[in-house]
């Protein structure tokens, strides 16, 4: 069975930075494709960031270019995403996902496994 458990969530005030971790089991981590999404309240869940295997690969929504990114440790089974410069409209629940295909997808229903969300509050 696979896990993923977020951490790294918190206030901060505007221009501030955060590190979301994700730590997977149950399943090879080095195989998956690991995407971040958000979702803020009474607002659809969004793409965020995501990485391909060996983590060469990665994609961003047009709202975090240049500011957030996104990394992995396989050895580590853990995801990662930077996030410099935050904004009062990053404030959202994020949550780690992953899928075993092969390419990096944007949109939620893409993902077999989600986990638990982690809060980022970015005050002005």
């Known amino acids: 069975q696979v896990q993923l458990v977020e951490s790294g969530g918190g206030l901060v005030q505007a221009g501030g930075s955060l590190r979301l971790s994700c730590v997977a089991s149950?399943?090879?981590?080095?195989?998956?494709?690991m995407g971040w999404f958000r979702q803020a309240p009474e607002k659809e869940r969004e793409f965020v960031a995501g990485?391909?295997?060996?983590?060469?690969?990665?994609y961003y929504a047009d709202s975090v270019k240049g500011r957030f990114t996104i990394s992995r440790d396989n050895e580590k089974n853990t995801v990662y995403l930077q996030m410099n410069s935050l904004k009062p409209e990053d404030t959202a629940v994020y949550y780690c996902?992953?899928?075993?295909?092969?390419?990096?997808?944007?949109?939620?229903?893409?993902?077999?496994?989600w986990g638990q969300g982690t809060q980022v509050t970015v005050s002005s």
């Open positions: 990485i391909g295997w060996i983590g060469s690969a990665t």
């Open positions: 996902a992953a899928h075993w295909g092969v390419v990096v997808r944007t949109t939620p229903n893409d993902y077999d496994y």
């Open positions: 149950g399943r090879t981590f080095s195989r998956a494709i």
